[in-house]
């Protein structure tokens, strides 16, 4: 009943905040009509309006269940909800997040991909896999200089619909290790994994503080899988943050760099 109370008091406020958005959008149209907003702006109504929705049908589901005595089935886990007190103060959010992402693709999420264009509309792609979207929450958990650390495919590090990943993690954070184990058989299936470790602090807020270096390995072996910090003390590399480019990511070693520049 308590949880139950929790989040009807979230869903008004959200309610009312995206009601507010709706109206402050409204303000630009001619006679209230939606579709003379300027692009942005409708796509920013279309999405206000979405998000209402879903809010309506969780309620809907919330009530329904409460009628028949049934135990609540979130298809979400409340965090904000069970760790009020971690979310509050200053600078909210958790000091670590640590994933394994599922690894699903595009192909594979077609009917959640409205769901994850109106959650993430500033980094959605169409062609980006489903554990992309994970790096972006795992930030949005964080608090300001929290660490994120995630085991994922190393695709978004050169793919095309990787671009928004690889912005993300140079602009709202700055990554500390990078470790590529390329088709090395990590896993029973052949997943590209990579280990990548970012502190949730935007480059800006460094400067002056000295440069920050990568430090950046290639496993290829997997006999080393057992060994992982050895072989970094033993055959990791120091990379600038300003070698992560937005067109892609490459890993080498400052004199490989040097030949391929």
Not at 127 to 135: H, K, V
Request: glycine letters at 6%.
């Amino acid at each position: 009943a308590e949880l139950t109370a929790l989040l009807e008091t979230h869903w008004v406020d959200r309610e009312q905040m995206l009601e507010t958005r709706k109206r402050d959008l409204l303000k630009g149209a001619s006679g209230g009509n939606p579709q003379q907003l300027p692009k942005p702006r409708l796509k920013q109504f279309v999405e206000s309006v979405a998000l209402l929705g879903r809010i309506a049908g969780e309620r809907c589901a919330l009530r329904e269940s409460h009628d028949r005595s049934e135990e609540l089935d979130l298809p979400f886990t409340p965090l904000h909800l069970y760790f009020a007190e971690v979310f509050s103060g200053d600078n909210p959010g958790f000091d670590i997040v640590i994933a394994n992402p599922p690894y699903v693709r595009h192909e594979e999420i077609k009917a959640i991909k409205p769901q994850l264009e109106a959650e993430f509309p500033d980094f959605y792609c169409g062609t980006a896999d489903l554990y992309t979207y994970f790096y972006k929450r795992g930030l949005e958990l964080l608090k300001s200089g929290g660490h994120l650390c995630f085991i994922a495919p190393n695709k978004f590090m050169r793919a095309g619909y990787g671009e928004n990943t690889r912005k993300l993690l140079t602009s709202d954070a700055m990554p500390r290790v990078i470790i590529d184990f390329g088709d090395t058989p990590v896993f029973d299936a052949t997943t590209y994994p990579s280990i990548v470790l970012v502190e949730k602090t935007p480059p800006e807020n460094v400067a002056g503080q000295g440069v920050r270096e990568i430090t950046a390995a290639i496993i290829k072996d997997a006999a080393d899988i057992e060994r992982v910090a050895e072989v970094i003390s033993e055959r990791g590399f120091a990379m600038q943050p300003q070698d992560l480019r937005t067109e892609g990511w490459t890993l080498e070693s400052p004199a490989v760099q040097d030949l391929l520049n």
